[in-house]
């Protein structure tokens, strides 16, 4: 089994579960999660102030259905947890087909496909099925069962911390609050999951800290319980969308200007994937939060097919057939190229920086004979030498020499090894 069909497997096991910002399906999907990694599960009581926002009410469904006139059921939540608005509140009622309409979401542009609605914030209720099955429901009278409890309890999110050899942290991100949509939510998830497990076995410079949680209400509420230890993010990635077939898209974060926002531009460019680099905007996921003025970290967002731009966002057709194995691990790939580049990044100095050092006499020029590289590999000594004034890091070196940031980072071995730079700092 490749690891691209391992992330698809993980996928599939979520998806059944019927998420939202709270209740027992966050839970279910972090106990699976909680299998490959040691979660903390945090549980946030109902009522909490959070930033300006407050914790909502926890919601939980047991069933829902309508029944049509003959009294077999019509829509069932039993078939697809899709066909409940999320969030709705208990009602058990017998109306007519006109009233029950006000109720149902369709897309009559794909009518065959389910529509996923929510109304976290307003107490209403409704159900989603396909623009077929709504025109050809009979005239007469419908039974509406919603059985589900909106009541105090909590919110829940999880945090796993793989530790680094520095206090200094990375971020990675993603969303756990939606039903069965396979992109938009599970590949993030599943992406996540895996690189985490990659990073524990590699011992890493900086302390990676993945957080689980629901969209916005999650990432908020994480933000308010750790705003002391925020200054500790050097860099941080939101993963969603990385399992459709579209190229990769970066988001900037709002700085425009961080090390994240040059190390997957860098990792993009130089891969020859087809992908877009995209600025900020505070709209998306939860970058907004962590990018919000008051903390403007340096966190930006990376999908295949950004947020609301495939016509299968947020339907029934944000499938497993549309999340294939094969592109989720091309994303985690690229993922791992990128943490790499971080790990690695360093600024050095020159320590002969009056003229050039004699790199002859070293053993560093023109004895690499046989190296398929041996042009670059010298070219990247110089640049390395040139640029190493304490200010550039190694990957302003690969940008500005224009050569792969691995061919830098070994040229900087190199010259490190003939004493020729000096050791860097921690960071
Ligand atoms: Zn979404």
């Not at 500005?400 to 860097?424: C, K, M, N, T, Y």
Request: hydrophobic share 35%.
């Amino acid at each position: 089994m490749t690891v691209g069909e391992e992330l698809h497997r993980l996928v599939a096991e979520l998806y059944p579960i019927c998420r939202s910002i709270t209740g027992d399906g966050v839970r279910r999907t972090l106990e699976v999660i909680g299998r490959e990694l040691e979660l903390q599960v945090r549980e946030v009581p109902t009522g909490t102030e959070v930033l300006d926002w407050t914790v909502p009410r926890e919601w939980n469904v047991r069933d829902a259905w309508v029944a049509g006139p003959d009294g077999r059921r019509v829509i069932d939540f039993a078939d697809s947890n899709l066909h409940l608005m999320g969030y709705s509140v208990p009602v058990r009622a017998t109306m007519p087909l006109a009233e029950l309409r006000q109720h149902l979401h369709t897309l009559p542009d794909h009518p065959d496909w389910v529509p996923w609605r929510t109304s976290y914030y307003a107490e209403r209720w409704g159900f989603c099925a396909s623009q077929r099955l709504v025109d050809r429901l009979p005239e007469g009278d419908y039974r509406v069962c919603v059985d589900t409890t909106l009541a105090d309890g909590h919110l829940t999110y999880a945090e796993h911390v793989v530790p680094g050899r520095t206090d200094d942290e990375v971020l990675i991100s993603c969303h756990v609050c939606h039903p069965s949509l396979a992109n938009d939510n599970l590949s993030g998830i599943a992406v996540a999951t895996r690189l985490a497990g990659m990073l524990a076995r590699s011992r890493p410079r900086y302390t990676y800290r993945f957080l689980f949680a629901p969209g916005t209400i999650g990432s908020i509420t994480w933000l308010a319980r750790n705003e002391d230890r925020v200054g500790r993010i050097r860099h941080g990635l939101v993963l969603a969308c990385l399992g459709d077939p579209g190229g990769l898209t970066y988001k900037r974060s709002r700085r425009g200007d961080a090390e994240i926002d040059q190390a997957v531009a860098h990792v993009l460019r130089r891969s020859g994937r087809p992908h877009r680099l995209v600025d900020f905007s505070p709209y998306g996921y939860d970058e907004r939060q962590f990018c919000s003025p008051g903390f403007n970290l340096p966190v930006g967002c990376l999908s295949r097919t950004p947020y609301a731009q495939y016509p299968e966002y947020h339907t029934s057709a944000d499938d497993l057939d549309l999340v294939r194995p094969e592109h989720l691990q091309d994303s985690l790939e690229v993922c791992w190229e990128v943490v790499q580049l971080l790990e690695a990044n360093r600024r050095y100095r020159n320590l002969f920086p009056k003229g050039e050092p004699q790199l002859g006499r070293r053993g560093l020029y023109g004895s690499i004979g046989g190296r398929s590289d041996a042009e670059a590999h010298q070219m990247a000594m110089l640049w390395v030498l040139n640029l190493s004034d304490g200010d550039h890091t190694l990957l302003d070196v690969a940008d500005r020499a224009e050569l792969p940031f691995a061919v830098i980072a070994d040229a900087a071995r190199d010259l490190e090894r003939a004493g020729l730079l000096s050791s860097p700092a921690a960071r």
